[in-house]
């Protein structure tokens, strides 16, 4: 699929299985007595040393993963150039219509199909295949296969819509195409980011109120008191994906719902909802949302900045091998992608430390309005189905774009050392 959009649904995604505390009916450490960093130490001894081993051979694959499907994707983006194929979808959308402003629009479809063909072996290892290896994913392949056409069709149309506008803005902005190619992009990420919760996420899911008074009450509850005027909460039939739990407060410019996936309510502890509830809670209330809408914007700002520099540079240098001319040309859209995918990769330990700063934000605002230290202790312990949970400093820093869950458990001890009685 599609990088994902990093703005607007912010998740915090949690595994599977229950903790020693939930099984064994043990009364939670109090780090007020035995201190935070041996409440910590607690928490973390609870894990199975299989289950730990999992964990960490999963998350630790995802390392040479991300590497791999980096070196795969820029090797089809090389091979659109070098091969002339590019060139071929360029002059075959020159053949269906005379209408320049359309061209780009018709060129996408042959790079999409292209790209997601030669990319689907990786994705089916690593979205399905390996999914099921370490049992997080439920689907059989025929309902994930649905599923990657469903992506495969939403990235057709609005990637044609966008690459539409975007040549539209380069044919006529000059030098400073990529100032402005920097704000179509971000004003589009931002309007996907309004419409995701209301139109593309139930493309995938059934989206429906929440019927469990129990459960529902103290989420609206817990909203109210934090300045979200909401009237319903939903729920969403994630198991039929994937064993994870998950809950969000989605959506930007009066389009924001609460959501709970099926797999937190029938694996978690209330408390732990309430406390993953609280930090989703914190995305809205920080105004994370918009804050990662700025940020991103100097970063895409940059990136085409850097496109820019080298584009015209390499345009230049193989233009007899690439028949690829000037940025506005659409058969160069496999250079812009390449440039803009290795500047990101680079950009990764930088774009993780942004979210992960986030993430903590929105876990001590959680803890506050939660008031749920063991509860986030819970949930940071069932995340450790699918990550590391105690990492090296180092590790934390460039891999992580969340903290993991010794930090997160920590803070919810410290928390709960200092509260106030």
Known sequence: MSPAIPVGILFLLIGTWSPAWAQDRQAPPDPSTVGVDAATDAYLATVPPDKKARSDAYFEGGYWLNLWQFLWSSTVLVTLLYTGLSARFRDAAGRLTRAQWLQPAIYWLPYTVFTFVLAFPLTVYSGFWREHQYGLATQTFAGWFVDQLKGFGLGLVFGAVLVLVLYAVLRRTGRMWWLWGAGVTMAFIAFVAMIAPVFVAPIFNTYRPLENAAIREPILRMAHANGIAADEVWQMDASRQTTRISANVSGMFGTERITLNDNLLNRASPAAVEAVMGHEIGHYVLNHGYEMLAYFAVVIAAGFGLTALAYDRLADRYRARWHVDGISDPAGLPLIALILSVYLFLLTPLL????????????????????????????????????????SPLEEVIFFDHPSGRTRIRAAMQWKAHRQP
């Open 352 to 391: 993780n430390t942004i979210i992960r700063t986030n993430e903590s934000e929105a876990d001590i605002y959680g803890l506050n309005a939660a008031g749920q230290p063991d509860g986030f202790a819970e949930a940071a312990l069932l995340l450790g189905d699918y990550r590391k949970l105690d990492p």
